[in-house]
């Protein structure tokens, strides 16, 4: 749920970025380019600070959070290619960028699932991996 709700600010974030009334877009006038550099930059990091701080969690939200990762990054290089000229590449990256933000889409029903079907008859599994970084505790 807390991650749902990460998610969620990142669009407002996004959002508030792309509003008129903020003047964030206006402010960079004429210059697309750096516009469309600033945007792919904040969709990359955003989505690997996200991956790394599932690691400990499971494997439903670490395929979550990598195929949000890769989407991001063809989404990115996508804003990248129209910062070059490269319309045509732009939106053949942008499909192949929603094609993995479906992916983690799936993944997020998945475990949307898998949550509420906890304390019922089925248990699904999501892949505890907090063993591999569990943390060394000092003993007085």
């Known amino acids: 749920m807390l991650a749902d709700s990460r998610q ?26 750096e516009l469309n550099n600033a945007l792919g930059f904040f969709m990359i990091i955003f989505a690997l600070v996200f991956l790394v701080a599932s690691l400990p ?29 490269h319309a045509g590449a732009s939106i053949a990256l942008k499909k192949g960028g929603g094609a993995f933000c479906f992916l983690s889409g799936l993944a997020g029903w998945y475990l949307e699932f898998a949550l509420l079907l906890k304390d019922s008859i089925i248990e699904l599994p999501l892949g505890d991996t907090s063993r591999f970084f569990a943390k060394s505790r000092k003993t007085e």
């Open 57 to 85: 969690t499971n494997l439903v939200y670490i395929i979550i959070f990598f195929t949000v990762e890769l989407g991001f990054l063809l989404i990115a290089a996508s804003y990248f290619a129209v910062a070059d000229g």
């Open 8 to 33: 969620g600010l990142f669009y407002a974030g996004y959002g508030a970025i792309l509003t008129p009334s903020f003047g964030i877009v206006a402010a960079y006038g004429d210059n697309v380019k």
